[in-house]
């Protein structure tokens, strides 16, 4: 590490200091920039004492006095990300920041055509299929599963949900099995590192069209009612729109057509309705209102296709950064 880099240096500076501090240090940077210095961390499985010093003579005024720390690793990475922006925000970062150290195995599947991909999938076990789409950026996962055959995607869904860590070596040789069977020459590079669980699943779940989260979540609440039930409780809902900012708010309906906004709506409960118009201007509010007067009976498929929609808005500027939904034990409403 020598001639170490900016993100390296602040790495090597955070590393040395205790967790309280390193985590109100890492509150100061954008996602971006803490994602790109916990990776660096996360790299560091052993830094030589001259190395960290001479990092950290650079930085002598902010520093306690002491032995520098010449160990980082995942589990230093996690705990400072924990500290910084909580347990549920660092999962999240973490991995994102395991799947771009680990080379991304799959990348090479990222631009097919979802119905390609399935086509390749097809026939291996629901464990290696819940594998690839574990790796693959949510948006893409969520066209693959959704080309599946209904009974495979709960088994695939299963699967991811409560997945093992595969080692480096497994995830190489179904990577490299499948680039040879797509006819596609790439090189694996790097260590793999396992991703997987309930959170990837419902990000994949949340990005899918309307029948198939019903259809999945129906299937696997037959097959596994614990785990359905985990599913639909970290799921983000259109109701959840009570749960953002109102600054936040305002973004996503910024987004929305009134007309779509109008259907959502329909018949859901007063909280959301009441915090849908204080964040509407004068003008879009009376144009809202007049899309709910000539709206009439809407049939129940296009009121949840245009509540998936409002909530695709929300998962966006979310994953972006723009807002932030608070997830946890807020008071839930009965349509």
Known sequence: MADNTGIQKAALLILNMDKETAAHVLQQFSDEEAEA??????????????????????????????????????????????????????????????????????????????????LL??????????????????????????????????SVAECLATMNPASPEAIRVIAETLRARAGTVVAT???????GGVQPL??????????TEKALLGDLEQRDPDLAAEVRSRMLTFNDIVKLEARDVQQVLRGIEMTVLATAMKGS??????????????????SLQEELDVLGPVKVSKVEEARADVV???????????????RGDAEEYVE
């Not at 097809?122 to 464990?127: A, T």
């Not at 574990?134 to 995607?153: I, N, T, Y």
């Not at 590079?189 to 991703?195: L, M």
């Not at 419902?202 to 029948?211: E, H, K, L």
Request: charged share 25%.
């Open 202 to 211: 419902v990000d994949i779940i949340n990005r899918s069209d309307v029948a």
């Open 37 to 118: 210095i916990t990776a660096e961390i996360y790299k560091l499985k052993s830094v030589s004492p001259d190395e960290a010093n001479a990092a950290l003579d650079e930085f002598t005024a902010l520093v306690q006095v002491g032995t520098a720390k010449t160990r980082g690793g995942r589990d230093v990475a996690a705990g400072i990300l924990e500290a910084s922006f909580g347990a549920e925000r660092a999962a999240g970062m973490l991995s994102r920041v395991a799947s771009s150290l680990a080379g991304r195995a799959f990348e090479f599947l990222e631009s097919a055509d979802a119905a390609q991909v399935a």
């Open 312 to 326: 695709r808005a929300i998962r966006t500027l979310e994953a972006d950064g723009v807002i932030t939904v608070i």
């Open 121 to 154: 999938l097809d026939g291996e076990l629901p464990q290696t299929i819940a594998l690839v789409l574990a790796h693959l950026r949510p948006a893409v996962g969520s066209q693959v599963l959704g080309k599946l055959s209904p009974e495979q995607r709960t």
């Open 269 to 286: 409960p007063e909280p959301v309705q009441d915090i849908i118009r204080d964040n509407l201007s004068e003008r879009n509010r009376l």
């Open 189 to 195: 590079q790097g260590q793999t590192d396992a991703i």
